[in-house]
């Protein structure tokens, strides 16, 4: 095993965890098809000239309730008994699951109550009323959240629904898998998010079990969130390990601890797990809005991230799992921003200036020079740093990229002014 965010797996590993069959994935289209789309596969003329290789998107953002999540909801809900059906069922979700339980109960007449954190985007709540199921807020934070869900399902006796750590909900997500090798069956590298781990791992079974078949053979790489990275940390230890887990913008893969399920098959069928920066993952998200026009929320945007970062270095065709497009406005227009600053499209910069008329004219004209675009200025003559007779200027400006931006920053300094890129500090 290698460096922290680059772990290659060993598949001389043994499980007792039952490894589905082709079959089973096979059975599982047929029946998530009864509400789930078949999403497309889209070519990305930017993302295959920067790897070298033809690169795809499969796009679970537009999926039915906004993610994968409805497939491995789905093919669960609908094994249930008669009676089990009658008890209804009981989930705890901050999003994407909450919204796939919510309509595949409405599918199955299963009455259906989803608790959701007290914190919960309004966007996600009001989709999974939406569906017709009861939500209830509860806990400041998930754990809690996840508690009150359990405590729920035995008192009233419903049927809990796991998110991941269940057979028959990796099945369902898998069909991702089988749907990408029944499309393209020449792909070399899938690329795939990894939080609890169901959707990674249905993906690598069914995905090698397709290609086998054809007497061929693929890899499957796994994405996490480097502030969430349970994987990487379970994997080193060789079982489900907790960890503490940090803020990050891709929440929907913010997991704590792998499901024991899952785990057990991505160590022996995932061909290694790479981690992403947030800023990495911001970049991702406006590449892909600017690029392929697809609105993806932070932890769909994982394995693209990847690519663009060089952390995956692909074999021939290769396929991105764009696996969820349930993203606030509020944060999108937060990510655009960070995402633009990344790319050195979008910088601050701090300009130290005499404290007498024109000075301002002078700066402004300096970056007009460098065809720089300002979208905000900010002038203080109040702060450390600067002397009695000095004012700062704060200024945001558009670049086309870090080359252009190291144009303005010449341009300032060839005017003889005192400048410095903020936002790098």
């Excluded at 499957?220 to 079982?239: C, F, K, P, T």
Aim: without cysteine; proline residues 3%.
């Amino acid at each position: 095993m290698e460096g922290f965010g680059f772990i290659k797996l060993n598949f001389s590993l043994m499980t007792n965890t039952h490894v589905p069959t082709l079959a089973e994935f096979e059975q599982a289209l047929i029946n998530v098809r009864q509400v789930a789309v078949e999403t497309p596969i889209l070519h990305s003329n930017y993302l295959s000239h920067l790897v070298g290789h033809d690169v795809f998107l499969k796009a679970e953002n537009l999926q039915r309730t906004g993610a994968y999540k409805l497939r491995g909801a789905f093919n669960r809900m609908s094994k249930l008994t008669k009676d089990e059906r009658k008890r209804g069922v009981v989930a705890a979700s901050a999003g994407n699951h909450a919204q796939g339980v919510a309509l595949a109960a409405k599918k199955l007449g299963i009455k259906a109550t989803i608790f959701m954190p007290v914190g919960a985007s309004l966007p996600k709540f009001e989709a999974t009323k939406s569906y017709g199921a009861n939500v209830v807020l509860q806990g400041a934070v998930f754990a809690e959240t996840l508690e009150a869900a359990k405590v729920y399902a035995a008192k009233k006796g419903a049927i809990f629904i796991p998110p991941y750590d269940n057979l028959d909900v990796v099945i369902g997500q898998g069909t991702v898998g089988l749907e990408i090798m029944h499309e393209l069956d020449d792909v070399k590298t899938i690329v795939v998010a990894i939080g609890g781990g169901g959707l990674a791992a249905g993906v690598a079974v069914a995905a090698k079990l397709e290609a086998a078949k054809r007497g061929k053979k693929i890899q499957v790489i796994g994405v996490q969130a480097e502030n969430a990275a349970s994987y990487v940390a379970s994997l080193r230890a060789g079982v489900p390990t907790q960890i503490s887990t940090r803020a990050t913008i891709a929440d929907g893969i913010a997991v704590a601890k792998p499901g024991q399920i899952p785990f057990d098959l991505i160590k022996t069928h995932l061909d290694k797990v790479v981690t992403v920066s947030d800023s990495q993952i911001a970049q991702a998200i406006v590449v892909l809005l600017e690029r392929s026009k697809l609105v993806v929320e932070p932890a769909g945007a994982v394995s693209v991230a990847a690519l663009l970062s060089g952390k995956i270095k692909p074999k021939g065709k290769t396929v991105a799992v764009l696996s969820g497009g349930n993203i606030d406005p509020m944060l999108l227009q937060k990510v655009i921003g960070h995402g633009l600053e990344a790319a050195q499209r979008n910088t601050t910069i701090s300009v130290k200036l005499p404290d007498r008329p024109g000075q301002l004219v002078k700066t402004a004209e300096a970056i007009a020079k460098a065809h720089g675009n300002v979208v905000e200025v900010v002038h203080t003559r109040h702060g450390g740093g600067f002397d009695i007779g000095e004012v700062e200027l704060k200024l945001s400006v558009e670049t086309s990229g870090a080359a252009h931006r190291d144009e303005v920053m010449k341009a300032l300094k060839d005017a003889g002014l005192k400048a410095r890129i903020a936002s790098e500090e």
